[in-house]
Structure formats: structure tokens, C-alpha cells
């Protein structure tokens, strides 16, 4: 698992900074929101490659944090007063 974990990392940062060099011709870096979009863009990227490869390797920590995730925000229960109460 470690070694997918690393491997993930390794693509990751190889694309993000691919899309940093990418982008340099599209935003123009001498202006904060330039280089703001350039990383954030680049950023969501490498984030992108890494979920998915560690999604496709059906790594368990992912899957785990994944789950908590949705049971921490997508399943909480209803909080409502009982019928009487109303």
C-alpha cells in the first residue's frame, strides 16, 4: 500500500508540474491572480491523477477515508422533533 500511495505521489506532482508549464503560456505570471489560477488549476489536476489512481488501484485507506467522509456529511441522521411536539 505504501508503494501506491508513493507511486500516486510520484504522478502527481509529474502532472501538476506539467500543467505548470503548460499554463505559464495561457496565465500571465506576473500578477498574483495569475499565478494564483496557474497553481490552483495545476493543483487540481495532480489531485485529480492522484484520486484516481489510487481509486483505481482500489487502495484501502482511500476507501476508508472516503467512507468516513460520507457518513461524517452525507448520513447524518434527521434531527426533528417528535410528532406530539409540533
Do not use: C
Request: no cysteine; charged share 15%.
Amino acid at each position: 500500500m505504501l508503494a501506491q500511495v508513493l507511486l500516486a505521489s510520484f504522478l502527481m506532482g509529474g502532472v501538476a508540474y506539467f500543467f505548470l508549464r503548460v499554463l505559464d503560456n495561457i496565465f500571465d505570471i506576473h500578477t498574483f491572480i495569475g499565478v494564483f489560477f496557474q497553481g490552483f488549476v495545476a493543483g487540481i489536476f495532480g489531485i485529480a491523477v492522484w484520486y484516481i489512481s489510487l481509486r483505481s488501484a482500489d487502495n484501502r485507506e482511500l476507501n476508508e477515508i472516503i467512507n468516513s467522509f460520507k457518513q461524517k456529511f452525507w448520513k447524518t441522521p434527521i434531527i426533528a422533533p417528535e410528532p406530539d411536539e409540533l
